[in-house]
């Protein structure tokens, strides 16, 4: 397993980043122990969930099933650099509560107190906004999260689902105040059929020295085979996916590029996370496996070479929208 830099910071991660968000709703506490074994086993030490995975009234059970997994000991804990997310509303009957969500200070605090709690630990070291909140200003967010720094709660600070603007704002604050790091990651939606975030996203974090950790690299399924699947299992698609090829332009794309890999003797779901490696910004993509089998895949995925010949074919396929402002204004 390789490793880098996150941003500009002085930690070091993997370069496949391990999420959890099916372990609890798709995949039992004891396989996802055992993913989770197998991924640090294979080196990968960045795991990433949020305080909602486990979703509805089971809120909060992805992070207990990663504690339960640190209770384990085996130094489990201090290998791992462990990434969580605040802002879905956590309020305990399931029923929306005003100060249960988004960034208020009055919810951070709750809410990293609550997280360290279920994931059994003292500390958090990457601790991500899992969306914006345009009713908390950015004074009384990084007032929250100093005084978190301070008692050792969290080491570094994230975004996720950011505009670009909103990482320009949210660190041109941080460094006007003085002592606050500011953000250090940003996990956004990327992957090669959805690659709007190069306009504006990507360009900010590499400005302000973000560490970008794409999430669906395989865009629910769509550059995972699906067209191959389809053909050798005698079904279709589901969600997302299937969503997106009832448009015959669209699954033509799709046909193209499973052809072009084809011709190349290559997996899709491997090609579409190793493209992902050679993008520039780029920390690592989230895997979220449900099964062993998946994470062997991606593990697979760390190691492949694309030749640029393929990469110019993959360009043909899915070209990026361009660099702003010529995307959009010229």
Known sequence: MEYTQLGRTGLKVSRLVLGTMNFGPQTDEADSHAIMDAALDAGINFFDTANVYGWG??????????????????ERRDKVVLA???????????TP??????LSALNIRRAVDASLKRLQTDY????QFHHIDRATPFEEIWQAIDVLVQQGKILYVGSSNFPGYKIAQANELAARRGGTIGLVSEQCLYNLYERRAEMEVIPAAQDYGLGVIPWSPLHGGLLGGVLKKEIEGGRRGSGRAADTLADPAVRAKIQAYEDLLDKHGLEPGEVALAWLLTRPGVT???VGPRTAGQLESA???AELELSEELL????????GPGPSPEAFAW
């Open 284 to 286: 690592g993509p989230i």
């Open 299 to 301: 593990l697979r995925a």
């Open 57 to 74: 009234e089971n809120k909060g059970r992805t992070e207990s099933i990663i504690g339960n997994w640190f209770a384990k000991g085996g």
């Open 312 to 319: 110019a074919g993959l360009d043909e396929v899915f070209p």
């Open 97 to 102: 509560w005003p100060n249960h969500d988004k």
């Open 124 to 127: 958090i070291d990457v601790y």
């Open 84 to 94: 969580t997310k605040v802002h879905g509303n956590m309020a305990g009957d399931g």
